[in-house]
């Protein structure tokens, strides 16, 4: 588990001060996929070089396994360093293939060609690349770059993998192959990664936990299908579909209500049995679905008439849908199951 307690950092800009990060604290639980998603400039590189040990914070402390790194002498610096991978961008050297950009780490640290060998050969299976080792860079597509990328910083056997933005630039089938691999990493390899990225579909399609990074504070964090499951939470509003709807549409229905419906079950059967049990006529006025992983999730606005409509929400709710009133009133939580 690597563990970031009230981390704060301040960079001299040319106009002053400027606070990348304030007070940030976080769990990366090992074993895991945590996607930290915020716009431009929330402090995502900032919080990725500090974790990497790249960087001081001017406060906080980051702990990998109970460890404090804050207190390390220049020797078990390095050490730790060596421990975290960091997936780096565009500097794949021209004059060697695939599989031995892959294995210069292994070259510089003095493994012997046998087990670089060895490891090498399982890296570019992890990527799909086994049939491409001996191609150069330039014969490589960026999808297939950012692959080797990622191989290369995940040679050394780290504990910790960093993905700052892995698929800035990709198209989409290049950003679904480099998340392939990097959730194949924790799978197979059992890394613990952190991702950083703008893309709120990258964090849906592998991230386990989730921290939303907004001008330099953690606004949420924790374990993405628990804190989804809440429709009024920032990580809800951040990642599922929009609930807007005209306000005619609205206005058509004699009640509102928000509801996340998580998994198979729930998304396809929910809603039409209570429609049938309840007499209650139920439509879908905004919002959409989309998955987490490969967990189909639903973010609905839903218009009730009748007069059952409140014990259909209710039924809902026990069966685990999430149940928000949505009205001009403020919201208030009606149940959660
Ligand atoms: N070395 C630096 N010197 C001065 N300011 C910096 C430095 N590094 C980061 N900053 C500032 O700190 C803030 C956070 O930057 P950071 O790069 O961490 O954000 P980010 O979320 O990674 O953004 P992006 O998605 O654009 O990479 C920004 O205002 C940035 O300009």
């Not at 800009?13 to 930290?36: C, E, H």
């Not at 306000?247 to 998580?262: F, G, Q, S």
């Not at 439509?283 to 679905?289: D, K």
């Not at 839903?302 to 009205?327: F, P, Y």
């Amino acid at each position: 588990m690597i563990t970031v307690e009230n981390l704060s950092k301040t960079f001299q800009g040319d106009s002053g001060p400027v606070v990348a990060l304030r007070d940030v604290t976080l769990d990366v639980p090992t074993g895991t996929i945590t996607g930290v998603v915020g716009p431009t400039g929330s402090g995502k590189s900032t919080l990725a070089r500090l974790l990497a040990l790249q960087e001081r914070p001017d406060s906080g402390v980051i702990r990998v396994d109970g460890y404090n790194t804050s207190g390390l002498d220049p020797r078990r610096l390095r050490a730790a360093r060596r421990r975290i991978g960091v997936v780096r961008h565009g500097d794949l050297l021209a004059q060697r293939t695939a599989a031995g950009n892959i294995a210069l780490p292994l070259e510089q640290a003095g493994v012997d060609g046998p087990q670089r060998r060895e490891k090498v050969g399982r890296l570019l299976d992890l990527i799909g690349m086994t049939d491409k080792a001996a191609h150069y860079p330039e014969a490589l597509s960026p999808g297939q770059l950012a692959r080797v990328e990622v191989a290369r910083a995940l040679v050394g056997e780290p504990g910790l993998l960093l993905a700052d933005d892995p698929t800035a630039g990709l198209d989409t089938d290049g950003a679904a192959g480099v998340l392939t691999v990097l959730d194949r990493a924790r799978a197979e390899l059992g890394a613990t990664v952190l991702l950083a990225t703008p893309d709120a579909g990258v964090v849906r399609r592998v991230a386990d936990d989730v921290a939303l990074l907004t001008d330099g504070q953690v606004t949420e964090s924790g374990h993405l299908l628990s804190l989804i499951q809440d429709p009024t939470s920032a990580v809800a509003q951040a990642l599922l579909p929009e609930v807007d709807a005209p306000k005619a549409l609205r206005a058509r229905h004699e009640r509102l209500a928000e509801v996340v419906l998580v998994g198979f079950a729930a998304v396809g059967a929910l809603l039409p049995e209570a429609t049938s049990r309840f007499g209650t006529a139920i439509s879908v006025v905004g919002g959409g679905m989309t998955r987490i992983g490969e967990t189909p999730v639903a973010r609905f606005l839903l218009g009730l008439s009748g007069a059952q409509a409140d014990s259909a929400l209710g039924w809902i709710a026990e069966r685990g849908g999430k149940v928000a009133a949505h009205d001009a009133a403020p919201r208030q939580l009606v149940a959660c199951a």
